[in-house]
Structure formats: C-alpha cells, structure tokens
C-alpha cells in the first residue's frame, strides 16, 4: 500500500509538474515521515492495547482456572459428604488461593456480584460402581486494564467461564 501511494505522487508530480504551485507540493517529500507516523501511531497504541488486554485475558481466565483445580482437589480429599466448613474451604481456596480465605483475590472481580461459583456432588460409573464426582464451575466477569474501554468496543458482558470436574478420592 506504502508503494502504491508513491506511485501515484509520482504520477500526479509529472501529471502537474508544469503548475508551478501544484507541482511543488507533489515534488516535496519534507515532512512524510511525520504524516505516516501520525497516521499510524493511533492504530499503533489500539493494537497494543488490545494484545495486553487479550493477555490480562489469558492471565485471568488461568487463575479461575487453576483455583478450580485446587479447590476440586481439596473436595475430593475432604469428608464426604462435604461439610458447610468444607465447602466454604473450597470458596476460599477457589477465590483467594488459602484455605482461610486470607489474601488477595486471584481474579479481582471475584468480588463482583455477577461472580457465581458453583460445586454441586454427581456420580460416575466405575467398573460397574457408582463413584461420587464433584461438579465445579465459575464465572467471573472479565477485568480490564482500561477502565470503560468493554463499553467502548462493545464488550460489556464479557465473562470468564470454566468447569472443573474431579473424581471423590478420599483420605
């Protein structure tokens, strides 16, 4: 595209290069740079933009996903059935990382009211016996690192979603 439009300068150059204001203005290559740098700086910090929030992206939908790991594995070791204690345990390691829930978030939005965390206790057959399964999901509302720019672009209600499932191990 770069090449197309010198190309085409160079054409309206010989095309009016014998009107002397005209001419001059096609021939005058003074300040291209700076004209192609300001056309291209704003797409420039957009793309960048958008690559770290596709990465915050990443990041996040990764910590939802790995605390849903370890609190399945928590609720697969624990009493069965599972205690209130047991399941608040669960939150706790799901939601901060420590079985105390003592600590950062590992996603800020856990907070959010929109954020559900769902456990609920299935069963699976295993050699022809039932085996109880413990059933985890998560839905946390994505944060980003631009504040309002979800509601510029459209993206508003954009939710990390991830399920978990673990077979009961016991003690």
Excluded: C
Excluded at 86 to 111: P, R
């Amino acid at each position: 595209m770069f090449f197309s439009l010198i190309k085409t300068s160079r054409f309206f150059a010989r095309l009016f290069g014998k009107v002397p204001l005209v001419g001059s203005l096609f021939r005058a290559r003074n300040g291209v740079a700076a004209v192609e740098f300001a056309l291209l700086f704003p797409v420039a910090i957009i793309a960048g933009f958008g690559i770290l929030e596709i990465a915050r992206m990443i990041v996040q939908t990764n910590a939802v996903t790995k605390g849903l790991r370890a609190g399945a594995l928590y609720a697969a070791h624990a009493e069965f059935p599972l205690s209130a204690t047991s399941l608040q345990n669960v939150d706790n390691i799901v939601k901060t990382g420590t079985l105390n829930g003592v600590g950062a978030l590992l996603v800020d939005t856990w907070s959010d009211p929109d954020a559900k965390l769902t456990i609920t206790i299935g069963s699976v057959l295993i050699n022809g016996e039932s085996v109880p399964i413990i059933n985890m999901s998560a839905s946390v509302p994505f944060s980003n690192m631009v504040p309002g720019i979800k509601n510029m672009i459209g993206l508003d209600g954009l939710t990390i979603t991830a399920t978990h499932q673990q077979v009961y191990i016991g003690d």
